[in-house]
C-alpha cells in the first residue's frame, strides 16, 4: 500500500476513554507513516462512520479499524458481528484493544473473525509500547487490502 501524503492510511479507532484515544494518537502521530485517525466514542458513531450515515456521509473508509469491547449504545462486540457480516467492510482488518482479558471475549471475538486481539495493559508506559506494536505490525510490516 501506498503510504505517501496522497494516500494515508486511514484508521478508524472505536474508544469511549477520552485518555486512551488521546494516549492512542498521540503514538500514532509519532509515527513514521502517515496516517489518518477517525474516532468514534460509541459503537453506533462505528457504524455510522462505517456506513457513511448521517453526518459521516464524507467519512473515508479505514484501512485498519481499532475496537474496544466495551462501548456505550452498540457494544463491540456487535460492531465487530455487523462489520464481519458486511459484504463491503468485512475485509477491513479489526484489531480488537481491550481492557478485558476474559477468555470467552477472546474466544468469542476470534470466532466472530477478529485479526487480533490485544488487551490493553494498566501500566502507562506498557500501554504506549502496545500501541507502537500495533502500529510497528499493521502499518510497517502486515500488509493492508487495498480500498
Do not use: H
Not at 17 to 24: A, F, K, Q, T
Not at 36 to 51: K, P, T
Request: proline fraction near 5%.
Amino acid at each position: 500500500m501506498n503510504t505517501t501524503i496522497n494516500n494515508p492510511i486511514e484508521i478508524l479507532l472505536v474508544e469511549d476513554n477520552p485518555g486512551d484515544v488521546r494516549l492512542v494518537k498521540e503514538v500514532f502521530k509519532d509515527a513514521k507513516i502517515f496516517n489518518s485517525m477517525q474516532v468514534a466514542y460509541d459503537g453506533e458513531a462505528a457504524m455510522d462512520i462505517l456506513r457513511k450515515k448521517g453526518q459521516y456521509s464524507d467519512a473515508a473508509n479505514p484501512d485498519l479499524i481499532l475496537l474496544d469491547l466495551n462501548l456505550p449504545k452498540k457494544d463491540g462486540r456487535e460492531v465487530l458481528r455487523e462489520i464481519k457480516n458486511d459484504e463491503n467492510l468485512k475485509c477491513i482488518p479489526v484489531v480488537i484493544l481491550t481492557t478485558s482479558n476474559a477468555e470467552e471475549d477472546l474466544i468469542e471475538t476470534y470466532k466472530m473473525n477478529a485479526n487480533c486481539y490485544i488487551t490493553k495493559p494498566v501500566d502507562l508506559d506498557q500501554f504506549i509500547n502496545v500501541v507502537k506494536s500495533i502500529e510497528n505490525f499493521w502499518l510497517s510490516i502486515g500488509k493492508l487490502p487495498t480500498r
